[in-house]
């Protein structure tokens, strides 16, 4: 535990000793309250226009429009913001050559591994945290249904790890950060779009494709269904990029 605490610290340090934590951070919450206060007077237009149409006003509905929208177009934009979180986790320490002196120090790799998913995810949450800002000024605009918000926020959370966990094996098989961004991106980005692939496909391989598609498995969490299922795919595709982390640096330790 106290390899971890310490892997931990030194991760959480390098990230706000430079300015990789504070531009993600700003940038992030700059285009979020963007989209955010663009969401919000869409709303109130429409609501102004609905009160001209008594008819149609009980189709408006804060969580669905607001909310929905917002975590929808939050789901998408990490693709973009965590792989530049991820990239230097192993190629920096790969670049400056003291991968070598990590792996062979009496931690283990999965200690080193988990601290830095921990600190990387850590992060990640913290970033969220501040933007849970914005949940609150729309529930001063009307009463929230707080359970869809919050199972959103179990998916961020679960998104967040998922893709923490698919950046850092990219990290781990190339010594250049910005290779390992740009793949991460890419296969992220692959299981955001692969349910487009599945529409065109067979019922079986179909069915292997929208399973895979992580945008399938926010749906239920963003109408307030906290599904097991989705849970343990989540679940799975982070011990999976894990394991395959894992499985890499231990094979590059016994060639040590």
Not at 127 to 148: Q, R
């Amino acid at each position: 535990m106290r390899n971890f605490a310490a892997i931990y610290g030194k991760e959480m340090r390098s990230y706000f000793a430079s300015p990789v934590a504070y531009a993600v951070a700003c940038v992030w919450l700059f285009f979020s309250g963007f989209m955010f206060r663009n969401i919000l007077l869409e709303f109130n237009r429409i609501c102004l226009t609905y009160n001209q149409q008594p008819m149609r006003t009980a189709s408006l509905n804060l969580n669905d429009f607001v909310v929905t929208n917002f975590f929808g177009i939050k789901f998408f934009v990490w693709i973009f913001f965590v792989p530049f979180l991820t990239m230097r986790l192993y190629a920096e320490e790969q670049k400056s050559g003291t991968i070598e002196l990590l792996l062979t120090s009496p931690v283990t790799t999965l200690q080193t591994l988990v601290a830095k998913f921990a600190a990387c995810l850590s992060l990640y949450a913290a970033v969220e945290g501040v933007g849970f800002a914005h949940v609150l000024i729309a529930n001063a605009y009307g009463s929230l249904d707080w359970g869809p918000v919050l199972s959103a926020y179990a998916a961020v959370l679960l998104m967040g790890g998922a893709f923490v966990a698919v950046g850092i094996l990219t990290s781990a098989l190339t010594e250049n950060q910005i290779i390992a961004g740009g793949v991460a991106l890419i296969l992220l980005l692959l299981f955001w779009v692969i349910d487009w692939a599945a529409s065109f496909s067979g019922p079986g391989l179909g069915a292997v494709l929208s399973y895979l598609s992580v945008l399938g498995h926010m749906r239920d969490f963003q109408r307030g269904v906290v599904d097991t299922g989705n849970v343990v795919f989540f679940l799975s595709l982070i011990a999976f990029g894990l394991f395959l982390t894992h499985t890499a640096l231990e094979s590059r330790r016994w060639r040590q």
